[in-house]
Antibody, heavy 118, light 108 residues
């Protein structure tokens, strides 16, 4: 059974860097693409980007200048870094597995709320 | 890349059918047969309901069905049940991923 679990600070100060990790169990991280998606409170879903085990990435152009997604195949996890955050980056952040044959997200983490506030 | 356009809300009585539209452009929905749909209950993670426009993952009831015509994809829920009350999001590949604006389904 594939499971994903996000972890990281729930509070980040403005202008600082948001860092989250997604730990994958029940599947090898080396066999799929992996993605980050976020959802501001009361709003819709926004795709952030995805990464393949090789390190190849694809980012949402609207966030590309501030986003880095990395992968650690030894520990079966991947990570998100979002720099220079503002209140607009306050959201529930989800990690998800991507099926690239059809570009859809078949397994999701439970999500973690990150609040940007001083 | 702009978000795909969905109606803000749709509603129906138990047993009825409802259809949610998802309108994109020739750069996303109109070109790629990579439209997926997600159901999200309050406080929960989204759940995959439809992929590749019409395909249903194992475990998803067959009263959920998907289709596409031109730049618009649709999700139909037949025989509406109380547990179908949730938010629904479409998503299309377009060289990157773009989500719809979301639709709240209310069971009257």
């Amino acid at each position: 059974q594939v499971q994903l679990q996000e972890s990281g600070p729930g509070l980040v100060k403005p202008s600082e860097t948001l860092s989250l990790t997604c730990t994958v169990s029940g599947a090898s991280i080396s066999s799929y693409y992996w993605s980050w998606i976020r959802q501001p409170p009361g709003k819709g879903l926004e795709w952030i980007g995805y990464i393949y085990y090789s390190g190849s990435t694809n980012y949402n152009p609207s966030l590309k200048s501030r986003v880095t997604i990395s992968i650690d195949t030894s520990n079966n996890h991947f990570s998100l870094r979002l720099s220079s955050v503002t209140a607009a980056d306050t959201a529930v952040y989800y990690c998800a597995r991507v099926v690239m044959g059809g570009y859809y997200f078949d397994y999701w983490g439970q999500g973690t709320l990150v609040t940007v506030s001083s | 890349q702009s978000a795909l356009t969905q109606p803000r809300s749709v509603s129906g009585s138990p047993g009825q059918s409802v259809t949610i539209s998802c309108t994109g452009t020739s750069s996303d929905v109109g070109t790629y047969n990579y439209v997926s749909w997600y159901q999200q209950h309050p406080g929960k993670a989204p759940k995959l309901m439809i992929y590749d426009v019409t395909e249903r993952p194992s475990g998803v009831p067959d009263r959920f069905s998907g289709s596409k015509s031109g730049n618009t994809a649709s999700l139909t829920i037949s025989g509406l049940q109380a547990e179908d009350e949730a938010d629904y999001y479409c998503c299309s590949y377009a060289g990157l991923q773009v989500f719809g604006t979301g639709t709240k389904v209310t069971v009257l």
